[in-house]
């Protein structure tokens, strides 16, 4: 599975919100600066975030946006399949019983396990676990002086 830049920058958009979860609108800027993402590409990302309804926006002076949704509801998996559409390794997989039944291919059964794992995988991480391991990462990271 290769995650693209869209759902790269989507989930770090994501975590920025989560981290700063006050309730108050951030500005797109302020997202963009931070996690390095090109502005009019964040644009793009945050109208798919809304209407998917992770997040809502406030237009105006002391507008942005910030998410609709509490972090441990939001699971990867849901955050990349909208951004990214379908994380299928193969053709089908996402069919209902009866389509795949028709699919007859002899490695339908290794890829549909791995899809499988990997979305259980992906569901069992929710945007404040993310937002949680950054946070854990910046401050075992951050440098320390002793005197």
Known sequence: MLIA???DYGVRAMIDMARLNTGNPIARSAIA???QI???Y???LLGLLRRAGFIKSVRGPGGGHSLAVDPKDIT???LLETLEGSLSPMANLDQDE???ANDATGQRWV???IYDDMKARLRSISLHDLAEAEQRAEETAAPRYLI
Do not use: C, M, N, V
Request: glycine residues 10%.
């Open 5 to 7: 830049t869209k759902g």
């Open 33 to 35: 600066t931070r996690r």
């Open 38 to 40: 090109p502005e009019a």
């Open 42 to 44: 964040l644009d793009q």
């Open 76 to 78: 990867l998996f849901a």
């Open 98 to 100: 009866a389509s795949a």
């Open 111 to 113: 890829w549909q396990g």
